[in-house]
């Protein structure tokens, strides 16, 4: 198990106190917070080396090395090569740079298949496609406990499908889709895949070449980093990718999707924020086999704290819980609602006691449409890091005791 008080004396934020009492920061899913370690390798960078890329100089020459260890870094995160991986400015923009450069060998009346489960970045770029005739299907989930169908999406991937994106885990409500079947549905019709798992890789292992996913997005905030995007890339799909670039910009990949100067400092973050998920672990094997003892520990920390808030809440009668079963997967996520309030009116008075939690649709608009809770304010949302403590689900099933 984690040595908690070591974790949590890591991260500055958490000495915030509000009204006298300490911050619970249980606003994880929206992003983490950061590790003195990766300040300050934010930092270093911009004392040190601040400079542009390619240049016949040292501060140059060290910008590049920066990034190709962060590069190196992150594939030791996803189980990939350095190669494979190309960052921006988030995983909104990659997507779409993404999908716009996997257009340019679409043709109208091909399809696209995709999921009412997901956050709004990996399905507006892709129904951005509809101007040119390309035809998006939608796979639906169940309703409370937001699964999707499969048996809906095998029948939906057919011969004309050309892309299938889905996400690897719900930002709204944690639930974990079986990704290996469904990439294994598109591959049948020699679909590429697109997968966010920006929900996903804060939490688990990941291992893309066992996954045989053609591209994988996700986001360096979301596991202890600065505001990096990252896009992994199959070796031939990404070869292949015509991506839209300027003059003068390298047409190999990563590089050919990564338009213009990109955060040095965050991507300095980068590889900090990995480092530090590899301190988490027993301390043995190189950086690949310590990211994945890392991310078990993680894991192993998290899931108790999130089922204890579940059966807490459970046990108040006006809370409706959304999302999968405890015994289903899932991450530690936990929406919900409270009969006659709204969830902005919720998280505000719990804000005002220490509590951070998110209130709305999170970017992931068809799920809140699909439950029909848009008009009422859509959800609650809690989400849990290593660096948060079952004291910290214990006070908040308290105040949200006393506010139903």
């Known amino acids: 198990m984690l040595d908690i008080n070591a974790v949590r004396a890591q991260f500055p934020a958490l000495a915030r106190e509000v009204g006298g009492r300490k911050a619970a920061f249980l606003d994880g899913p929206g992003g983490t917070q950061t590790p003195e370690a990766v300040l300050k390798a934010m930092r270093d960078y911009l004392v040190n080396c601040n400079a542009n890329c390619g240049g016949d100089f040292v501060t140059s020459q060290e910008s590049d090395l920066c990034i190709e260890q962060a590069r190196q870094a992150t594939a030791d995160l996803l189980g990939a090569e350095s190669r494979n991986i190309a960052f921006g400015a988030n995983m909104t923009t990659l997507n779409y740079s993404l999908s716009r450069a996997l257009a ?22 892709w129904r951005a496609l509809e101007e040119q005739g390309i035809i998006v299907k939608m796979v639906p989930f169940t309703r409370p406990q937001c699964q999707l169908q499969l048996d809906v999406m095998e029948s939906l991937i057919t011969p004309r499908t050309r892309v299938v994106a889905f996400g690897m885990a719900a930002n709204a409500v944690g639930t974990v889709n079986d990704a290996a079947k469904m990439i294994a549905m598109a591959k049948a019709v020699g679909a590429i895949t697109v997968v966010d798992a920006v929900h996903y890789v804060p939490h688990f292992p990941v291992d893309v070449r066992l996954m045989g996913v053609d591209f994988l997005l996700c986001s360096a905030y979301k596991f202890f980093g600065p505001h990096v995007g990252i896009l992994y890339g199959r070796d031939d799909a990404f070869s292949g990718l015509r991506a839209y670039r300027i003059r003068g910009q390298l047409n190999e990949p990563p590089h050919a999707i990564e338009t213009g100067t990109l955060n040095h400092e ?139």
């Open 266 to 404: 965050g991507i300095a973050g980068v590889t900090a924020a990995v480092d530090f998920i590899a301190s988490l672990g027993d301390g043995e094997g190189n950086r690949r086999e310590r990211v994945i003892k890392g991310m078990k520990a993680i894991d192993r920390w998290e899931r108790p704290l999130a089922d204890r808030l579940m059966e807490g809440i459970a046990s108040l009668a006006p809370v409706q819980l959304y999302g999968p079963p405890a015994e289903a997967p899932r991450c530690p996520t936990v929406s919900f609602t409270v009969a006659g309030k709204t969830p902005q009116e919720i998280c505000a008075r719990l804000g005002e006691k220490g509590f951070f939690l998110w209130s709305g649709n999170f970017a992931a608009c068809n799920v809140i449409e699909q439950l029909g809770l848009e008009d009422q304010g859509g959800l609650i949302r809690a989400g849990f890091a290593p660096y948060n403590t079952t004291e910290e689900i214990d006070s908040l099933l308290h105040a949200i005791s006393e506010l139903v």
């Open 104 to 125: 340019r060998d679409l043709r109208r009346g091909d399809e696209i298949v995709i999921t009412h489960l997901d956050h709004d970045a990996n399905i507006c770029p």
